[in-house]
Each structure stands twice: as C-alpha cells, then as structure tokens.
C-alpha cells in the first residue's frame, strides 16, 4: 500500500497561548497554502488518497491531503476562504454534538461551527467526516459498546442535519481494532483517520495524520517532506521521541531564523 501526507490542522485563529498548543495563526495558513500553490503540489481529496494507498489509482508526485478537525467556527472564516480561493477539495471533522455550541480547549472556550455553515462548506464541495469519540482519543483502551452507541449517534446526528453520506470518521488518536473496525465500516465509513504516530503501515482502519501546529515555516517543510512520511508510523518513531531529537529540530530551526534575523 502506498501513501500520501495527510495533513492535519486544528484551530487556525489568534488565540490565548494555552489555547495554540495545536493551532495556527491565520497568517501561518496562508503561507503555507501560498507555498503549496506556488512549488508544485497537488491538494488531493481523502478519496482520492485513499484509492492511491488502495492502488486504485496512482496521483502525481507531491500530493497531499488537507483535514481540518474540530468542527470550530475558525474553519468556516479563516479556513474554508482560503482553501476556496485555491479551488481545492479539503475534509472538516466535525463533532456533531457541538455543532452551533462550544467546544473547550485547554479549559477555554470556542466557538463551533452552525449547521447551516457545514452544509455551506459541502455545497462548496468540501467533504464533511466524523469526528468521533466527542473529539477524544481512543490510544490507550476504549469500552468498544459505548464507543459503537456514541459513534452511531453521532452519524445519526449529522443525517438528521445534514442528509448526505458520511464516508470517514477521525480520532484525535489511536486505532480502532478489528471488532470496531468491522463495526464502524458497516455504518458506511470508508476510511478511519488518526493522528501519528500510530506504530503500524497505513490500512483503512488507521491512516496516521501529520499534524500541523507550528508557525515555523523549516518545521513545516519537514513535516511534508518525505523523510517525515516515511519514519511517522514506524517503531522507530519513539526513539526520535525519546531522545528529543524532533525537540533537537525544532532548536535549530529558531537557531537558523535567528540568525536569518
């Protein structure tokens, strides 16, 4: 199987410090959507990915996925434009029980999404997934029976608002075994997405996502490079972990922006 960077994003707006542990500035979004207009790379959809990592199909050299997770009204205003202005297919993970409410982020809160603005989004063209669990993970262990009540009302949800076919489901992380797998795939979901590393090869029951959620523009060139895509889901993430070698990165790069001033 083959694979093409997923990319995810979080909230992109200006924001307290504690809340951009996982976000971007919108100025940050725009470069970075500028850099991939400008050099060459083709925004797939997730459809479009998954048929290349299935070998369906096979697209060009330097694709890549774009995902926004969480359903905040940041996507709509300072995401959605943007990607509009490029023409490019992106998916929105949203949590349908807090669609038109408040999400909270390091204990602060934020503003989701109305449901008249996620069939805005789709109308556009832009696909709409699950983000399932109530925006929590699923690494460490997981009451499978619950998790299947919550993912169904979850879906039932969002046709009840939104009448169209739901195709993938995201966690924040982790990867579903093989009974929720099965379970999940009966409910019409292609393709289940997560953020990496998850530790194993890429199939549909887990594509690990690269997260973006860095200003600094090195960090992000390694981040779609394809040095990252080949060492994010492998064993030997956790020793580039453990002995702080991503930290190691992240210091030479504010070295080297330093002395560029």
């Not at 925004?43 to 969480?70: C, F, M, R």
């Not at 669609?99 to 832009?126: N, Q, Y």
């Not at 860095?214 to 994010?232: E, G």
Request: net charge negative; aromatic share 12%; glycine share 8%.
């Amino acid at each position: 199987m083959r694979e093409v960077p997923v990319l995810l994003y979080h909230n992109v707006g200006h924001y307290p410090d504690e809340m951009m542990e996982d976000g971007l500035l919108p100025e940050t979004f725009v470069e970075q959507m500028q850099y991939f207009a400008e050099n060459g790379y083709t925004i797939v959809s997730l459809e479009q990915a998954v048929d290349h990592l299935n070998g369906y199909s096979k697209l060009p050299p330097k694709s890549t996925a774009i995902t926004i997770d969480g359903g905040y009204g940041d996507a709509y205003t300072n995401v959605f434009p943007i990607l509009k202005k490029h023409n490019w297919t992106t998916t929105f993970f949203v949590v349908p029980e807090a669609i038109g409410r408040e999400r909270l982020i390091k204990g602060k809160s934020i503003a989701c999404m109305t449901w008249d603005e996620v069939r805005a989004l789709s109308d556009a063209g832009m696909e709409i997934g699950l983000l399932a669990n109530g925006g929590a993970g699923i690494r460490d262990h997981y009451d499978e029976n619950l998790l299947k009540e919550s993912i169904s009302n979850s879906l039932n949800l969002m046709r009840n608002n939104f009448q169209k076919q739901i195709r993938f489901c995201a966690f924040k992380e982790g990867v579903p075994g093989a009974s929720l797998w099965n379970f999940i795939q009966t409910l019409g979901i292609k393709a289940v997405f997560t953020q990496c590393p998850t530790n194993q090869a890429a199939t549909l029951a887990g594509i690990g996502r690269i997260q973006i959620d860095d200003d600094d523009h090195n960090i992000f060139l390694t981040k779609i490079s394809n040095t990252y895509l080949f060492f994010k889901d492998r064993p030997s993430w956790k020793y580039i972990r453990k002995y702080h070698m991503d930290k190691l990165v992240h210091h030479l790069s504010e070295t080297w922006n330093r002395i560029k001033g």
